[in-house]
């Protein structure tokens, strides 16, 4: 099969200026009523999830996003037990009519840092927004959603709960989390979705099959989250047990060099093009939202300012059809070893039934 085509250039000045000229005429992405910027930024990873974290460097790399353009914020009121909100209320400071405000709710975790499920009873609904207004410092947010199905409760009763904050003004827009087709209309019917939010990269291309083809039929974006596979495929490794990637399945001994052949074809096609892998894995998730299904906007994991550069790298990356099935074939999803997560988890996943 022929090779990549080497459009991007090779000289680090060429290589600034490709990036700047991309990103100035990035055509904002639609979720429910909000224009956003193509890649939105994922907080998560700046409150423990992967180890020891730099607020300071944290904070920085908001302000840097902020700057070039990114203006949603992804966070959980569960990511670092309320930490990560308190954080972003530090980032945003002064900044938050440049920003929107993704946030989900209703896993419970325990004082050591253990799972306990979820709570989408309505009372909770309320509850958790009203803890999380205050953490953020801001009289609303943006998008609020569950961050899992609560199999107790009906999805009319826990989007019935947001949709009281929305015509309360506490709320502006409501989204979904890993949850399957038939959830995604029940709620649509409550209430318009703005997106729903639900891994999805190279290694895991499920919500292909039956969910986007429904999110494009009902006019449902994606926020995609996991397009790096946790760092898989860009070879970062848990450094500590408080990683929780070191109890995943495709980072386990034998499931990590299994799928070191995936790794190394992304590598591969990366250098034909004289891009980093990690740009090549965004830009393929940004060209297929390009082609016909819903919009997809890649919500990025940096915790760096480093990170979040070579990120928005890939915003300079144009894929022909040609090339897209080319990388699908050189890094076949069925072919990876592992669960996204482990078996308890997966459980909870109404995505996955």
Same mark, same amino acid.
């Given at each position: *099969? ?21 990103? $100035? ?18 907080? *998560?990873?700046?409150?423990? *999830?992967?180890?020891?974290? %730099? %607020? ?23 990511? #670092? ?55 953020? #410092?801001?009289?609303?947010?943006? /998008? ?10 009906? /999805?009319? %009763?826990? +989007? ?13 827009? +409501? ?17 318009? /979705?703005? %997106? ?14 039956? +969910? ?11 926020? $995609? ?37 995936? !790794? ?15 740009? @090549? ?42 090339? @897209? ?10 072919? !990876? ?17």
């Amino acid at each position: *099969m022929a090779p990549m085509t080497n459009t991007t250039q090779t000289s680090s000045t060429s290589q600034a200026q490709a990036q700047a000229q991309a990103q $100035a005429h990035a055509q904002p992405a639609r979720l429910g009523s909000h224009a956003v910027f193509p890649l939105a930024l994922g907080c *998560m990873g700046m409150s423990g *999830m992967y180890g020891a974290s %730099d %607020d300071d460097e944290s904070v920085a790399t908001i302000h840097e996003a902020i700057e070039r353009g990114v203006n949603l914020l992804d966070t959980g009121d569960f990511y #670092g037990t309320g930490a990560n909100e308190l954080l972003i209320n530090r980032a945003i400071k002064g900044r938050r009519d440049k920003v929107l405000l993704s946030v989900k709710f209703g896993v419970l975790r325990g004082p050591d840092g253990s799972f306990l499920g979820q709570d989408g009873r309505p009372n909770a609904v309320k509850n958790s927004l009203a803890h999380t207004l205050t953490r953020l #410092g801001t009289d609303h947010v943006d /998008i609020y959603r569950p961050a899992r199905l609560d199999p107790a409760v009906p /999805i009319e %009763d826990t +989007i019935g709960a947001i949709a009281d904050l929305v015509k309360a003004g506490y709320v502006r827009s +409501i989204g979904l989390s890993e949850v399957g087709p038939e959830t995604i209309r029940r709620a649509n019917a409550v209430h318009p /979705i703005a %997106d729903l939010q639900i891994e999805y990269s190279l290694l895991s291309r499920g919500p292909e099959a039956k +969910i986007f083809p429904l999110l494009a039929e009902l006019g449902i974006g994606v926020t $995609a989250y996991g397009v790096l596979s946790r760092g898989l495929l860009t070879r970062s490794k848990p450094a500590t047990p408080g990683d929780f990637r070191a109890h995943l399945p495709r980072f386990t001994a034998d499931n990590e060099r299994d799928n070191e052949r995936l !790794v190394a074809a992304l590598e591969t096609l990366a250098a034909e093009r004289s891009v980093k892998p990690a740009q @090549l894995a965004i830009a393929w998730v940004l060209a297929k939202s390009r082609a016909g299904g819903p919009q997809i906007v890649p919500t990025v994991g940096s915790r760096t300012r480093r990170q979040l550069d070579e990120a928005l790298g890939a915003l300079a990356i144009s894929l022909t059809p040609a090339e @897209l099935a080319r990388i699908e074939e050189a890094v076949p999803a069925s072919a !990876v070893a592992g669960e996204r997560y482990q078996a308890f988890l997966m459980q909870h996943l109404d995505s996955e039934r």
